[in-house]
Each structure stands twice: as C-alpha cells, then as structure tokens.
C-alpha cells in the first residue's frame, strides 16, 4: 500500500517571503501522479499543482512550483512571493497509475501554513 | 458549470439515524469518491465508482454504501449512524489520469 507523509504540521512565514513545504511517499509503482492540494478555513480543496512520474521536469503554476525527487520520493512544494491568501492547510496525494479502472487518491496528514503580514 | 455539488453543508445525526449525503458532477467526470476527513488524518477513500453501474470500497468503507445509477450521482448512505462517523465529507470527481476536483464538504455531526 502507497502511503505519504508530511512532517511539518505547521509552518508559518512573513508575507513575500518563500516556503518549501516536504512531502516523501512509499511506493513499489513506477508510474503515478503526484498533487498538492490546498484547503483555506473555507474547507474547499482546491487542487494548487500536478506533476507526472514519467516527466522529469518539475511542475510549475504561477508561483507554486514543485521539486520532484523521484528516486528520493521525494515531492516538495515551493511557494515564491507568499501572500496573505496562501494561509491554508495544504495537503499532498499520490495517486497510482489506474489499472482497471482504480484512480484513488491517498493523501498526507497536511501542513498548516500560516502567512504572517 | 456548478462543479461538484454536496448537500447538505451541515447535519446533525442521533446515534442510528440514517441519512444520504447527496453529490452531484456536472462535468461528465467518470470517476468519482468519497472521502472523510478527520483531525490530524488527512482524507481517507470510503468508496469510488469508475463509472455509473460500477463502484467499489476505498480504505474505511464499513458502515456507508454507495450507488451509481447516473454519471452525475453518487449518493452516500449511512445506514445507522454512530459517533464515530462525526467527519466532514468530501464528494470528488474526476476525469481520467487527473486530480479530483472536491464539492464544497458536509460537516456531519453524530449526537
């Protein structure tokens, strides 16, 4: 079974600075996707960025940007400029290739990030 | 396009009581789940469907069902609600290879 971990239940960081937020997952698959999701007290999840296993090029949306470390398992995401809105839980998921039909997302405890003005 | 819809937002249950927590997809997703969300656990899979007429039991299934009868719906049904089941519920759906989108979440409190 594929599990995710984030060790950083919270972080907290002045307004335009950067934050990396650590995710590392267990897995024996060698193709399968990887997001980040972020969640504001509002409790909607929004899906923040996507990276593809087979693709070694690091995934980018706007400011969020992510360093996938496939051998390392390894999911990093990068918030560049941060600002007051970034404030959110912010979870990270693997999903495995779908064979037969399964697409199931399992998630990490996330990481509450709070952005300081 | 309204998304992904759930309904109720809030519900407050008394131990074995049962009741259907509604989801709708305007998005002509196949996929679609349910997921619970608890302190400290992050989300976890109650059940999936990959299509209508199909579904299956995701990591803690026991005490929900689930049918599909449309691409749209994918109701989930607690059959007789315990404590235990104080969560807040997420309906997502998806298309193929690409992340969930999630409705807005149902606060469900068991009394």
């Known amino acids: 079974a594929q599990t995710v971990t984030q060790s950083q239940p919270e972080m907290s960081v002045q307004e335009a600075e950067t934050v990396t937020l650590s995710c590392t997952y267990d897995t024996s698959e060698n193709n399968y996707y990887l997001f980040w999701y972020k969640q504001p007290p509002s409790r909607q999840m929004i899906l923040v960025i996507r990276q593809e296993a087979y693709k070694q090029q690091n995934a980018t949306e706007n400011r969020f940007s992510v360093n996938f470390q496939k051998a390392a398992k390894s999911f990093s995401l990068k918030i560049s400029d941060s600002q007051l809105g970034d404030t959110a839980m912010y979870f990270c998921?693997?999903?495995?290739?779908?064979?037969?039909?399964?697409?199931?997302?399992?998630f990490g405890q996330g990481t509450r990030l709070t952005i300081n003005p | 396009n309204a998304g992904v819809t759930q309904t109720p937002k809030f519900q407050v249950l008394k131990t074995g009581q049962s009741m259907t927590l509604q989801c709708a997809q305007d998005m002509n997703h196949e996929y679609m789940s349910w997921y619970r969300q608890d302190p400290g656990m992050g989300l976890r899979l109650i059940h999936y469907s990959v299509g209508a007429g199909i579904t299956d039991q995701g990591e803690v299934p026991n005490g929900y069902n689930v049918s599909r009868s449309t691409t749209e719906d994918f109701p989930l049904r607690l059959l007789s609600a315990a404590p235990s089941q104080t969560s807040v519920y997420f309906c997502?759906?998806?298309?193929?290879?690409?992340?969930?989108?999630f409705g807005s979440g149902t606060r469900l409190t068991v009394v």
């Open positions: 998921a693997f999903m495995k290739h779908p064979i037969q039909g399964a697409q199931k997302l399992v």
């Open positions: 997502a759906s998806s298309k193929l290879n690409y992340g969930y989108t």
